[in-house]
């Protein structure tokens, strides 16, 4: 068993760590990416569907397409397609995303959407069902994934959906950006100490949020659903700008927040929300830049990225710290993060 794992006490652990490399892997992919979009009719609409932690890759996308293609895009859990569906036409591409490609809700959503519109699976799982049924497929190549609680397969994914974007737009500069993310996650992942420290101080919390916008709410959905189902403790990932409309009457000292807080538009706006959580006693773990100073002053914790990743990248390499802190949180209330109590690593009922 510990040889599976490569010397690392879990395979979560390992699975972090090997996230450098699996963005390697991944970038290789770009001339396979760019013969599948070629075989793509035209489309006027981009329907993303997925659960779980690839749902929040779909997230990624929504804003990926919309931004640099101008696409209309909708995100849409599996299991909630079927209310979705009449509006499914042939100027419509549905992208699933599934690590497993033998998720139930997911397959039931493929069926469907075959009968309508062109369908793109992006799977891990070489020759799985999904890779079957939809009419294109993209391989995220992360390698065997044990660990219940995705990680490399979520990098691999969004590394996928931005060399599809970048396909698809020609966006040059954007792929040369990706480039530098392996380096950038091999710091975090040094910086590993840094994150068992904030683990421990934090590891006796019963509630935890994690805010973003843009680009970085997904990040928050993705940090507070490790959380949930590693440490039991409640996550709840919140658009920074929703708090006042509801949980900023949880928020005491408590509670501890979470802020993904890159260098970009976003910014100035959540490090007010960091103020407001502040003014009602919350202790604020920060991710931002190094070069933050700002941030860095008004967090109780920060965790640094260089301030060459921008806004639009970093919901690769920023959610590698959160994975990390998770994992430790895990590790300290003496649960065993490979194997969460009630999930299963891949859901074949509806
Ligand atoms: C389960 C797993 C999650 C995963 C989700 C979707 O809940 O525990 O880690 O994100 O299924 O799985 P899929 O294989 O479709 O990506």
């Known amino acids: 068993d510990m040889a599976k794992k490569g010397g690392y006490k879990h395979f979560m652990l390992k699975e972090i760590h090997e996230q450098p490399e699996v963005v390697k892997n991944t970038l290789m992919e770009y001339s396979e990416i760019e013969k599948v979009v070629q075989n793509f009719s035209d489309f006027k609409r981009v329907c993303f569907v997925a659960c779980g932690t690839s749902y929040h890759a779909s997230l990624v996308g929504k804003y990926l397409f919309e931004t640099l293609l101008g696409i209309p895009t909708d995100v849409i859990l599996s299991s909630e397609f079927i209310f979705s569906e009449p509006s499914l036409d042939s100027d419509t591409l549905v992208i699933f995303i599934s690590q497993s490609g033998e998720t139930a809700d997911t397959l039931k959503a493929l069926k469907v959407a075959n009968k309508k519109s062109e369908t793109l699976v992006i799977v891990n799982v070489l020759g799985s069902t999904a890779t079957r049924e939809a009419n294109h497929v993209i391989y995220s190549r992360a390698g065997p994934e044990i660990g219940v609680a995705a990680t490399k397969t979520y990098v691999s994914q969004l590394v996928c959906i931005y060399l599809l974007v970048i396909a698809l737009s020609d966006d040059k500069k954007l792929l040369e950006e ?37 680009f970085s709410y997904p990040t928050a959905l993705e940090g507070s659903l490790k959380l949930k189902e590693i440490t039991y403790i409640h996550g709840e990932g919140y658009a920074a700008g929703e708090l006042k409309h509801g949980p900023l009457a949880l928020i005491d000292d408590d509670v501890p927040v979470l802020a993904v807080v890159p260098p970009g538009q976003s910014h100035d706006k959540t490090l007010g929300n960091i103020e407001e959580v502040k003014a009602r006693g919350a202790s604020v773990i920060a991710v931002g830049s190094s070069e933050d100073t700002v941030l860095r002053s008004e967090a109780h914790d920060f965790i640094g990225f260089e301030a060459d990743i921008t806004e639009m990248i970093s919901p690769i390499p920023y959610v590698v710290p959160l994975q990390l802190l998770s994992y430790h949180i895990s590790v300290e209330r003496g649960i065993d993060p490979d194997k969460p109590k009630n999930l299963a690593k891949c859901v074949t009922v509806e």
């Not at 975090?188 to 006796?204: F, P």
């Open 178 to 214: 990706i480039k530098k993310v392996p380096d950038r996650m091999k710091s975090a992942i040094e910086d590993e100490e840094h994150i068992i420290e904030i683990a421990k101080k934090y590891k006796d919390a019963t509630d935890f949020f994690f805010i973003g916008r843009g």
